[in-house]
């Protein structure tokens, strides 16, 4: 069966603190692999596809990359204003572009 | 402005009583898909189109009903809406092939069913 697990569940750092954000996953035929951030009562925002391993993309503060089992976002010096929720989703062959989504990490940067 | 617009924003209703949920993109956007989001479940597909008229069940598509008859829009049908239901939904679109262009998402539309 196809499995996507975030983790930690939630993480709490200071402002300028770097860290990282994990993505495994168990999926036969893997497509693409989605981040996405959430902010609370609105529709997850597009980030970053990555396609295979060892690809690496960045945004600002965001980098994201990409293993055979795993992707990490690693966000480097965040302000309060990166606090969301991140979401990784992996695309699989079946049911035509389908996502199946990991349940997210919930991040709060404190000023 | 590129988006995906989703009506109502929220809504409460009581079982029983049909309900739809509309889903309108202005990307011409061949593929639309709908999912739920409850806590600790994450996201869910309910249901998706490929283009007009081509539909197909997601993961959890008991009790709904979807229609594409044309390519902006995608509503979500609920024949008898029961508690089970009261979930966080998102309309969600992309061009072909999504995995080159990611998915854009609706604001969400928060249903409660009493």
């Known amino acids: 069966e196809d499995q996507v697990t975030q983790s930690p569940e939630a993480l709490r750092l200071q402002e300028g603190e770097s860290s990282s954000l994990n993505c495994s996953y168990t999926v036969s035929g893997l497509r693409g692999l989605f981040w996405y951030r959430q902010d609370p009562g609105k529709g997850p925002e597009f980030l970053f596809t990555l396609y295979s391993a060892g690809e690496e993309k960045e945004k600002e503060r965001l980098k994201a990359t990409l293993t055979k089992k795993e992707s990490f976002l690693h966000i480097t010096a965040p302000k309060p204003e990166d606090s969301a929720t991140y979401l990784c989703a992996v695309q699989v062959p079946q049911g035509a572009q389908k996502l199946v989504f990991g349940q997210g990490t919930r991040l709060t940067i404190n000023p | 402005e590129a988006q995906v617009t989703q009506n109502p924003r929220y809504l409460i209703t009581v079982t029983g009583k049909k309900l739809t949920v509309t889903c309108s993109q202005n990307?011409?956007?061949?593929?639309m898909s709908w999912y739920r989001q409850d806590p600790g479940l994450g996201l869910r597909q309910i249901y998706y189109?490929?283009?007009?008229?081509?539909?197909d069940k997601g993961d959890v598509p008991e009790g709904y009903k979807v229609s594409r008859k044309e390519k902006r829009n995608f509503p979500l049908i609920l024949e008898s809406p029961s508690p089970n239901q009261t979930s966080l939904y998102f309309c969600?679109?992309?061009?072909?092939?999504?995995?080159?262009?990611?998915?854009?998402f609706g604001s969400g539309t928060r249903l409660t069913v009493v």
């Open positions: 969600a679109s992309s061009p072909r092939p999504a995995r080159f262009y990611g998915y854009t």
């Open positions: 990307m011409n956007h061949e593929y």
């Open positions: 189109s490929m283009n007009v008229e081509v539909t």
